[in-house]
């Protein structure tokens, strides 16, 4: 055989290869059309005739229960309509996608629910990456489309009392289990909706799960112990995402008991154990620019309100003038965490915060 008709048979056999190849491909992709569709039909389905005041009037137990049934029913129907017949793990699959679509937060409410992911980052429709046990990933998650993104973005915000739009393109927000919501659109983010999730450990951690993971030792939880009780002023400093505020959320469970303690935060993400608790969050402006409430004010008036100490979420600026003097008026043991690299960056980010409170010094 020559060599030329060895490189017409190997090119004869590529094309046969890929000719193999491309009908799966085309039929994964028209599988994956059909599966969409179907989902789309259910949900249109699900919303006219599956009434929420109906679900509302049924016992707390039985409510997720029920709908599940009707989104069987109704995607049963469906899939005999559109000739549609999956595999049983496709279909327990595509029934878990619906229930999350109707009930939940969409595609991401598997990530969610698992506790090895800290944080999940939405970048666009095909692009979900999560932080696994320290580690980035991609995963295989996707979106319909941006509008699909954005549905679950105002989902997660419409019940907060906050709102999302071209005026107010960023949201500061939480889910019911404290986990912290940041979210940007257009014109903000160039190219689509972006949601990121920073999830919380449903169990708070004690003292003793940093000195087991290696955070500190034992005789530094014993001097931080001894400083929370002796009523020391304490300011957690660290990097993005260095564990400021688990660090002080830990701190805090030192405090006794029976003092008054006040919180105050951006995004409520503080899970404090006491009985004497007072939480406050911030506001920002509504869509008239009208309605703004600081970390600064909320300061200025919990001084009014008899605490025995504060806990503010983060100083980044004004506010940290007030906290100061709190915490040189009678309040001490009050904490706090800011954004520094090292003890000594702190002091003078401090410096710095405290000018921008606009008095003349």
Known sequence: MSLLQKR?????MNQTDQNQTAVPKS?????KQIWQQVKETVLKRVAEYVSPEEIEQLPAGEQEKYLNDQIRIILDAVMKEMKFSPARAE???LIAELVSEVNGYGPITPLLADPEINEIMVNGPD????????QLELTDIVFKDHNHVMHIIEKIVAPLGKRIDEASPMVDARLPDGSRINATIPPVSID????????FATK??????LIRAGTLTTNMAVFLKACVEG???IIVAGGTSSGKTTTLNVLTSFIPNHERVITIEDAAELQLQQDHVIRMEARPANIEGKGRISIRELVINSLRMRPDRLIVGEVRGAETLDMMQAMNTGHEGSMTTAHANSPRDLLSRMETMVLMAGVDM
Do not use: F
């Open 127 to 134: 692009q979900v990456y999560v932080e696994r046990l320290g």
């Open 8 to 12: 017409l048979m190997e090119q004869r």
């Open 91 to 93: 279909y327990h699959r």
């Open 231 to 233: 009523r020391l002023n």
């Open 192 to 199: 689509g909706p972006v949601l990121t999730i920073r999830k």
């Open 27 to 31: 039929q994964t992709y028209a599988r």
């Open 204 to 209: 708070a951690l004690v003292m003793s799960d």
